[in-house]
């Protein structure tokens, strides 16, 4: 059965707390026609528009950068709305009573595919975009919700609709900075980071004083590009068209290059809008209020006991910048995520709550550099900046508001090297262990990408064949885990992350890999600095040094390696304990795209291992062939399922999900046997 409501509102009753004021609900329809899921039953999804309102005046909206400057209505309040998406049992009382919610990525929902391992979720109509049902069949319920204001207006994408900062009737108008890295040789690149919508277009296309600079290195001089030499353009039908939001060369920009432009904007989004409507939202799915509802949206407040935020990369960091903040505390003082499964973001928070803001640029060690990512403080807890006389903590604000959630950080060793990620648990000169808070856990898996290739892996701009570990299987058990620790007060595993005391984690230059034939090693790696936006950005959120003034290093260190490369500290998952690879988090860019002494950003890499000893000889390579390692492919793979049953038995694995590793560690032995 599939009912539609287009264009109706649903109106709440008024309330004490101006947060969610109405509901368009476009679309509500059984999932999969009505087919039940474990004790849940059958599931209905929701999507449509969500309205909010916030009084500028209550301290827990006066985080909100720019809030005295937002447009008010009648009543004081500043308006805004999202796009929001539901899944949830039909009936509610039958399913686990918590919400996980996906902070979206770049508009997009991707959570079906970490946890169901679906292979797609762009309709979510087809069994195969709801994978193997973990997620329905454990009763959860699931929620998007649009928070970033740039995001391309595309079916499917989820976006926040906010208005800008002004200062009565004049726009305010401050500095934006563009980067740019080409791969190959373009002759136009857009002011927005990657496919996002152009968030800021420059004022004057003519500006004679604009700078376009290109640089070598991340830290390295700046040359200033002619001005005669380019122009505000794009490129259509191999000719320049006048744009507010592009760069155009017509000699070209040379691949492998830094290229950045700073220019004067105007109309700022007020971004923490963003993260004050994933609070309110949430809010409104936990607690409800004294509302009246209606027709199509009945239920939907008050529908869940427990939150659980969920985010990967950008949204990982959005996390960590939301609890920063101090957003888990709604306008009412009640907690709004119980837990936090923040994914991937190393130590990095994000572009989520100043002025200008571009929430999709990130950082890492050859892309988007410079930007307010990896910025102190990166510890939970206080760790003394004593170089700019500060102690700070990203929870401090959480603690102080007693709204802390239970938090598990996961990594993949990767974000060692593209986000600083050991400094979430090292003092800031690397130099020693910090303990975490007491409600934090944090796992890293070793030998790990960004987010795992697809298999099998096929090179394209990188040096190496790119990562296919796949730690989706653990991030299952570690969600399931969490939920218990909120439901039932049961302890989660251990966390698992690389230690200085323990000698498993070191400066990149004492990393001891393997000399193995043909494989380059990093150099560099992405570096932290203190960076200085201008004195009001620390506290306003207003930058007005473009690019920030770049003061002393923090020091990111790395995981040790074993005499194959792999690494020895993290959960090491049976395709690293059995190896027939070696794995890592890094890999170098390919000449052919320039630069390739640099890091290939969010990219690890395979290194297979020879088959025979005569071929590892012939080839020089000092790691033990497959052949001498393993008595064939039944005695590899009841190996891997020993480990594979191990790591259950400790809770960093399903059980049920053992024979399914085992599986997949059987084709990577078919794929290397064929490649042989």
Known sequence: MVFRVFGLCLLLGQVALAEVVRLEVHDRAEVLQGRSFGAAGTYEKIHGRVFFEVDPSLE????????DLAPRNRQGKVEFFSDFYLIRPTRPGRGNGTVLYEVCNRGRKGMLGMFNRATSSRELTTPAEFGDALLLDHGFSLAWLGWQFDVPRVSNRLRLYAPVARKGSKPIRGLVRAEFVPETRVRSFPLSDRNMEPAYPAIDLGDPDLKLTVRDLTDGPRQIVPRSRWRLAREENGKPVASSGHV????????????????????PTLVGLGPAATRDFIAFLKYGGSVREEGSARGLGSSVRRAIGFGTSQSGRFLRTFLYYGFNQDEGRRRVFDGVLSHVAGASRGSFNHRFAQPSRDAHSFMNTFYPTVIYPFADLPLPDRERGLNEGVLD???????TPKIFYTNASYEYYGRAASLIHTSLDGARDVPLAADTRVYVFAGTQHGPAAFPPRRRSTANLPNPNDFRWPMRALLLALQDWLAEDRQPPPSRYPRISKGELVPLERMNFPRIPGVRLPARMMQPYRLDYGPDFRTRGIVTLQPPRVGGAFKPLVLQVDRDGNELAGIRLPVIRVPLATYTGWNLRHPDIGSPAELYSMVGSFIPLAGTRRERLQAGDPRLSIAERHAGREAYLERIRTEAARLARQGYLIGSDVPRVTRQAAELWDYLSSRR
């Open 60 to 67: 827990q909206n006066r985080i909100i950068c720019d809030i």
């Open 397 to 403: 604000r959480s603690r102080r508001q007693e709204s």
């Open 248 to 267: 155009f060369m017509a000699s070209g920009f040379e691949p492998g290059r830094i290229y950045e432009l700073v220019y004067a904007a105007e109309n």
